[in-house]
């Protein structure tokens, strides 16, 4: 009798195929082809030597034979051939985002053993413009973090799970986007005593590296006391008032950038903070003396001159001597014109 075989199966489907037997004088007219539980019989014109059957159950084992007809009758039935459907595709899960960086992404899509089957596997994939994807990730695990990657960039990630060879469709591509580069620490923190009861604050501005407008936080804190926030805006300095007639305090100012990312708006801080320390003093005699440290990030001053005054040189320091320089040759030559006119 004829042989038959698989020839190939999916999660709901069987193909079965066979050689065509002796006609013994009559030409075949068609094949029955008959499955075992659950019973199922096809018919297929002579011409064709294969079957395919429809809509069973994944990872199933089957029984079918196949048996001949022509104009003298029915042919006996070929010897069963076992064939088994695959285990059913894995559903594509669904990314979500845990958190984002300047220069990395960390996003999950659950995991782990389901019942009755092996351990499931995942296959991640990025793209910088949705349609050439490389691949990031493959293995067990429910996370993965993506290094490297460009600031303020948009990446397409798309996920598909693996079970005993099988692949699942891939999961409709997510789009995340990495932050911008958080802006650097301000650098020269000065903090200088007005009077016995307000501080002056100030800092050289940022460069920005974004077109993001830099923003500044300055905490303020009393020695022996937590951080107070006394300041975020756009400016290079401020004043602190309501302040304690003596004691050591101590500035620490951040710059701060907002931008919208994957749909929120965030706050990108820079990655340290410059700090000053200034003891007020509280009498007359010692007003008019401080004494401010700038730690290691930036400068060390020390200033006999008065709060008020010193203040004043630090905002205009660099234009100060050029308004003097000015003001002393005009005078110079004013006075050459009145000396020759007598």
Known sequence: MHTHTQLSRTY???LIGWCAPDTNGADITQYCVEMVSPPLSICVPAMETQCMFRDLSPDTIYKVRVQAENAAGKGPFSAYILGSTLQATPTPPQLVLVSAGSQHLKVSWGGGKRT?????QYVLQYSTDGTRYHKAYEGTGPTHRLNKLHPATKYYLRVAALCDGVQSEWAEPAVFSTTPTPPPAPKGVVLSQINPSQLAVLWKPVQENCALPVAYVVQLKTFGT???QVYEGIETSCVVSMLAAKGLHEACVRAVV???VNGSV???WSLSNSEAHCECRGTAQ???KEVVK???T???IISDTSPLQNVVTLLKKEKCLTVAFFIGLFALIAGLIIVSRF
């Open 294 to 296: 700038q730690e290691a």
């Open 286 to 288: 010692d007003e008019g």
């Open 226 to 228: 937590d951080y107070l």
């Open 298 to 300: 930036g400068q060390h």
């Open 116 to 120: 009755g089957q092996s351990l499931l």
């Open 12 to 14: 709901n489907s069987l």
């Open 258 to 260: 907002k931008c919208e």
């Open 266 to 268: 965030e706050k990108l």
